[in-house]
């Protein structure tokens, strides 16, 4: 459980083999704080579970999801172990390369590539273009043959499937602005198969985001074999599957299903298709999994600047904000907070909130804390979703983020100074 990279010995809490207080002190707060074991574990869930059921690497691919944390030392971390990266932007992409990755392990999704994302992503030759409707399907069959390039493609299909998740991360029902829709998916494909300059080689499809349960994801996978059937029947053959991400984290007292398991029905239920209908003919499966990797594997540590204590609240005003985890403001989203160091002094009630004029600005609320000004805390699961996610608004200058590796910590993005903020700001005379 990774968790146990953030761990209390005694009164103090620390980070792998480094106790938290000592980052603070080095680099100040507030910082994003990631844990290099975690990161590795949460990796490797996926990898070797593909490795246990026979699919090394070219039978199975883990391509990162980039969005969820971008920070170009956990790219090439993940890179290093062998990662592929799901990208949704030429930024992305143009950071995947800055960090050592391969762009042909590189898939693009998102519903809005623009021309020059396109054609970046065609100079890098990346793996597989997720194309998510018939007109970016002509607009990157144009560019490709502008570039006398081919584009490897995977329609995105969405197949109607209830992720059961949070409305705002949910993205596989009709309503949603994601991938063709299930019963036009045949069609695209005939499109796709006679536009030049493109190849089709995949289908992929993600339904949502913190996902407890595996039943609607293995529900989607069997929408999407019933269509790699109808594709087949028409002459269309796939090279790989991608079922997208998805699976979540224990933020308070949730219990995801693991990643081992889920792995293990999915290949079961692969392996018995391609049994049965395709002689064993194996079939190359891709995930783009992000939270479940980086989302228990960091942190967001805090100061307290001030308590307010009053009749009906207290609050604890500490120098995080909604510009640097954007998640409870967001979606109501709830993480765990603790005391850096605990104090034998009686806990009261406070919402921990930031110094942002907006009441939205809360981090966590109604929570049993010991504290004094100075303390210092850790917003915990805060790896996913949290800088990535973070704002300039009212000047403040995004967190630094260190990763921390045993008993050591290296600052891997240096705070933002105000001047930062404004050096791309002109004056008009
Ligand atoms: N693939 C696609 C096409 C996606 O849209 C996403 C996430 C993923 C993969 C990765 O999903 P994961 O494994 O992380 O669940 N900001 C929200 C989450 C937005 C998710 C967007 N798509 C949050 O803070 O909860």
């Known amino acids: 459980m990774n968790m146990a990279y953030f761990e209390r010995r005694g009164d103090v809490l620390f980070a792998e083999n480094l106790p938290l207080a000592h980052i603070a002190e080095q680099v100040g707060t507030p910082t994003y704080v990631y844990s290099r074991a975690a990161l590795t574990q949460n990796f490797l869930a996926y990898a070797n579970a593909c490795h246990s059921h026979g699919r090394a ?35 992305e992409l143009l950071r995947v ?80 602005k994601f991938g063709i829709a299930f019963e036009d998916a045949l069609q695209a494909y005939r499109i796709a198969h006679e536009l030049p300059n493109i190849e089709v080689t995949g289908i992929d499809c993600h339904i949502g985001s913190q996902l407890l349960d595996d039943a609607p994801l293995l529900e989607a ?73 980086v989302g228990n594997a960091g942190v967001l540590l805090t100061r307290v600047e001030y308590l307010k204590h009053g009749a009906s609240k207290n609050f604890a005003v500490v120098d995080a904000a909604m510009n640097d985890l954007m998640r409870p403001a967001m979606y109501e989203a709830w993480h765990g907070v603790q005391a850096v160091q605990q104090r034998d002094i009686a806990a009261r009630q406070y919402d921990v909130v930031g110094p942002v004029c907006e009441s939205g600005d809360w981090l966590a609320r109604d929570r049993a804390l010991a504290l004094e000004p100075g303390d210092l805390l850790a917003i915990m699961s805060a790896g996913a979703y949290g800088m990535t996610m973070a704002s300039n608004y009212n000047t403040r200058g995004r967190a630094a983020e260190v990763l921390v590796d045993g008993s050591s910590f290296s600052v891997i993005r240096r705070r933002e100074n105000p001047k930062d903020l404004f050096a791309l700001e002109s004056i008009v005379e």
């Open 57 to 91: 690497e070219s039978g199975a691919l883990v391509c990162y999801s980039v969005k969820s944390n971008s920070n170009l030392a956990v790219l090439n971390l993940l890179g290093k172990l062998g990662s592929g990266f799901d990208i949704v932007s030429g930024g």
């Open 97 to 176: 390369l800055a960090a050592g990755g391969d762009p042909r392990k590189v898939i693009f999704s998102g519903v809005g590539k623009s021309e020059d994302e396109i054609k970046l992503a065609l100079s890098h030759d990346i793996l597989c273009f997720n194309v998510e409707s018939i007109p970016e399907l002509h607009r990157l069959s144009a560019i490709a043959g502008s570039m006398h390039r081919t584009a490897r493609v995977s329609l995105r299909v969405n197949p109607d499937v209830d992720a059961k998740t949070h409305p705002y991360i949910s993205t596989g029902l009709k309503e949603n």
């Open 221 to 293: 996978l069997d929408k999407v074999i019933e269509l790699a059937d109808q594709l087949h029947a028409a002459g269309i053959r796939l090279h790989h599957l991608d079922i997208g991400g998805g699976i979540g984290i224990t933020y308070d007292n949730e219990q995801p299903v693991a990643v081992a398991d889920y792995l293990a029905r999915l290949f079961k239920r692969i392996d018995h298709w391609r049994a049965d209908s395709y002689g064993g003919a194996p079939i190359s499966i891709m995930f783009e999994p992000g939270r479940s990797i």
